[in-house]
Nanobody
């Protein structure tokens, strides 16, 4: 089954860090551009960071200087390093991107991972 599988997340205190991972499987596929989305409780899903195959990166204003998106194409993996976390960063984080399988590109979402920032 072609999919993104997420890991990482958890509960931390304000100012602490977390790293999220998003791995495409099976190993025979390739990944294209990957985005990370944040869905706060009761809110819509908003994109917070994106990285394309050339390594071009974009961040939403609220995470600039705190979050770092990266990718390891050889491992079909994207990462979101989150530093100086704030309570407003609480929510479910989803990766989203394109996966190439058998010559075809399709868009997929990860299963989501909970991040809770609270003192």
């Amino acid at each position: 089954q072609v999919q993104f599988v997420q890991s990482g997340g958890g509960s931390v205190q304000p100012g602490e860090s977390l790293t999220l991972s998003c791995v495409a499987s099976p190993s025979t596929v390739s990944i294209g551009a990957v985005d990370w989305y944040h869905q706060a409780p009761g809110k819509d899903r908003d994109m917070v960071a994106s990285i394309d195959t050339a390594g071009q990166i974009k961040y939403t204003h609220s995470v600039k200087g705190r979050f770092t998106i990266s990718r390891d194409s050889a491992k079909n993996t994207a990462y979101l390093q989150m530093n100086f976390l704030k309570p407003d960063d609480t929510g479910v984080y989803f990766c989203h991107g394109n996966i190439k399988d058998s010559g075809l590109w399709r868009s997929y979402w990860g299963q989501g991972t909970q991040v809770t920032v609270s003192s």
